[in-house]
């Protein structure tokens, strides 16, 4: 079989199964349509002070760091903008890395090894099933989501001298909590390692939008590590990985999609920071989006989610892609995420709030949304 051949093959069988994936590039401004599917929480993408402090910094750095972080390519911005996330998140150190995609991967390989036990909830973000595999973890274990029977008999029954658990503060697609207290007490009992992913909890959950680390009083701890992207709620681009300060220099000195990437570019790391400064002077924008999140919950018929990810489960793929579709024909644009791109059989919209929504979206979208959750 040729190369071609074996495209073709592998573009015919995600035809049959109804799974090709498009690109559809959107205009600066889509006018007319409300977006409900995008991860900009709190609107600062396009935040004036957002803006202004990505092209401020283009003019004064250029338009990429120039080398990765080990070389040339740590720059005063990188510096100012761990201090702060460090800070707001009540962290003793942070590292900024090029993605919060490379930052899971990165921390998750530091950090395990052949002596390690990975237990994983089995809802967790594609990077961190990735890193599980770069890592190349003793043993790995899935758990079903938030099972805190399943990852106690794992930790229990584990050989390996280390084990390190990976959840997410709050989940992508299902918008629920992980039981972060009950899974310390596991932590603390078996002396295990826990990772939490706050890319959908910073900025959103949490008192003030400071996320569910350290709400819950666990930041700071030196068996927790907390990695994050500056992608969400912060509206600009980037991951940071979170922990104490000899966490962070192991990851400096180990973590491979750190060492060998250009550093974060001086515009992302400017508008995260300026994101962050935003924020820590309106907390108010995390109070919105969560009350948003509510209302689009209840008119959903769902419960008011964790952060801002409402989860509304379908009755089948195709009846979840119909009401895809008639939201964006009332002009309302939501997610659709059927089987494989998650585990278990059900398919499911993912709608997002965000804090910047008017009342007339809010309403329309609500509206919408009540058909939906009525199957009409
Ligand atoms: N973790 C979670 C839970 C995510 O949802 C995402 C992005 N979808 C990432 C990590 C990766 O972040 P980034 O987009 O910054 O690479």
Redesign the pocket.
Known sequence: MTFDDWLQQHHEERRRAGLVRRLEPRPATAAGTIDLAG?DYLGLARHPQVTAAAAAATLTWGAGAGASRLVTGSLEVHAELEAAVAAFTGQDAALAFS????A?LGAVAALADADTLLVSDAHV?A?LVDACRLSRPGALTITAHNDLDAVESALRGRRLPRALVLV?SVY?VLGDAAPLVELMGLIETYDAILLV?E??GIGVAGKDGHGLVATHGLAGRTDVVTTM???KALGS???VVLGSARVVDHLINTARPFIYDTGLAPAAAAAALAALGVLRSDPSLSHRVLANAARLAAAAGVDAPAGAVLSLPMPSAEAALRAQADLLAGSVRVGCFRPPSVPGPVSRLRVTARADLTEPELELACRLLACVGDGT
């Not at 993605?99 to 490379?102: A, F, P, R």
């Open positions: 991860n993605t919060g995609y490379h899971n973000h990077s997410e992508s992913d890319a959908h992207t500056l992608s681009q980037g991951g």
